[in-house]
């Protein structure tokens, strides 16, 4: 019986809940060129905010759950559909699917508070802090070089690490998940804002180029 009322309230929740970008998810489809450039939100993701040694007892132990915590700017350590991003010495940001969020039957934020237990350091579930908005497509790079500072040649920013910067003067956290797909993080309060941007800088490949 307490599972089927879990499942139903976890059912009421999803029907319920709205995303930061939600209503530009029309604006995306249309702005995005296929094969060129595409632009999505990938609403709901879990994220919670680790402050912790990483050579600590208790940093040794949020590290066996998430496949290690990154050691240096720019390194993401992954398991499974789990990833960690540095932000600092002693700081880091998990983000792993939506449904392993207690909201929805997960069991993830409960288990980082944990592992944690009575050691020095933070877990804070950051879930509705951001939202992520994907870009992928050949020409995702140059969309990003019009408004962000950071050198995104391929040689320079490889696929699999994550930055913090701005894009288009806005806060957020650069991931660079593939060759030609990047995954960005900003506060929910900025996501309409940047999405826009995102489709103004986007709208030059969706013009035929003149011979």
Same mark, same amino acid.
């Given at each position: 019986?307490?599972?089927?009322?879990?499942?139903?309230? =976890?059912?009421? @929740?999803?029907?319920? &809940?709205?995303?930061?970008?939600?209503?530009?998810?029309?604006?995306?489809?249309?702005? =995005?060129?296929?094969?060129?450039?595409?632009?999505?939100?990938?609403?709901?993701?879990?994220?919670?905010?680790?402050? @912790?040694?990483?050579?600590?007892?208790?940093?040794? &132990?949020?590290?066996?759950?998430?496949?290690?915590?990154?050691?240096?700017?720019?390194?993401?350590?992954?398991?499974?559909?789990?990833?960690?991003?540095?932000?600092?010495?002693?700081?880091?940001?998990?983000?792993?699917?939506?449904?392993?969020?207690?909201?929805?039957?997960?069991?993830?934020?409960?288990?980082?508070? !944990?592992?944690?237990?009575?050691?020095?350091?933070?877990?804070?579930?950051?879930?509705?802090? &951001?939202?992520?908005?994907?870009? =992928?497509?050949?020409?995702?790079?140059?969309?990003? !070089?019009?408004?962000?500072?950071?050198? +995104?040649?391929?040689?320079?920013?490889?696929?699999?690490?994550?930055? =913090?910067? !701005?894009?288009?003067? @806005?806060?957020? @956290? +650069?991931?660079?998940?593939? !060759?030609?797909?990047?995954?960005?993080?900003?506060?929910?309060?900025?996501?309409?804002?940047?999405?826009?941007?995102?489709?103004?800088?986007? &709208?030059?490949?969706?013009?035929?180029?003149?011979?």
């Amino acid at each position: 019986m307490a599972d089927t009322a879990a499942l139903e309230n =976890s059912k009421k @929740i999803q029907t319920l &809940r709205k995303s930061p970008a939600a209503l530009l998810a029309a604006a995306f489809e249309a702005g =995005s060129v296929t094969g060129v450039v595409e632009l999505r939100e990938v609403p709901f993701l879990t994220m919670a905010g680790l402050r @912790i040694n990483p050579a600590g007892d208790a940093g040794q &132990r949020l590290g066996a759950l998430t496949g290690g915590l990154p050691a240096a700017s720019g390194e993401v350590r992954s398991s499974g559909d789990t990833a960690v991003l540095w932000l600092g010495p002693a700081e880091f940001l998990l983000v792993a699917p939506a449904e392993s969020h207690e909201s929805l039957g997960g069991e993830l934020p409960r288990t980082l508070t !944990e592992a944690l237990g009575d050691g020095e350091g933070q877990v804070v579930d950051l879930s509705a802090n &951001r939202t992520t908005l994907e870009l =992928s497509g050949p020409r995702a790079r140059a969309v990003l !070089e019009k408004g962000c500072a950071l050198d +995104l040649h391929p040689r320079v920013l490889k696929a699999g690490t994550a930055l =913090s910067t !701005e894009i288009g003067g @806005i806060p957020a @956290i +650069l991931w660079k998940t593939g !060759e030609e797909t990047y995954r960005i993080f900003p506060r929910a309060s900025f996501a309409e804002f940047l999405g826009r941007w995102l489709l103004d800088a986007m &709208r030059e490949f969706a013009t035929p180029e003149v011979p």
